[in-house]
């Protein structure tokens, strides 16, 4: 019965693995800077409701409301654009490498 490897496997010649250029970059997570653009912007409208003259309409917890949605989600939308930017830059400086593969076999030990 043959084997399942070929005759013209590299691996029964001997022949090493090619390395493949490889991109090395670090990356920024996305999560924390959605969450400090949100908390952000839920503090300036806090600051913006208690600087506001309470009106006779609307109370100060209902406009402190309403500034913290639509302030939040701008906070996010900047915390997003921030990420993007830091994101571009990191990934600029990043480094060309060369890596070579491993077998299957040799990573099992």
């Known amino acids: ?31 924390p800077f959605v ?7 839920v503090l300036a409208a806090m600051f913006t409701a208690l600087a506001g003259d309470p009106g006779g309409e609307f109370t100060q917890g209902s ?8 302030f939040g989600l701008a906070g996010v939308l900047l915390g997003c ?10 990934r600029r400086r990043g480094r060309r490498a060369h890596a ?4 299957d076999d040799g ?3």
């Open 1 to 31: 019965m043959e084997s399942p490897r070929s005759a013209s496997s590299p691996r029964d010649h001997g022949n090493s693995p090619e390395p493949v250029e490889v991109s090395v970059s670090s990356s920024p997570k996305f999560w």
């Open 35 to 41: 969450g400090a653009g949100a908390v952000l912007g």
């Open 63 to 70: 406009v402190f409301g309403f500034f913290a949605v639509v």
């Open 81 to 90: 654009i921030a990420f993007l930017i830091v994101d571009a830059v990191l």
């Open 100 to 103: 070579v593969p491993m077998d």
């Open 107 to 109: 990573a099992s030990n």
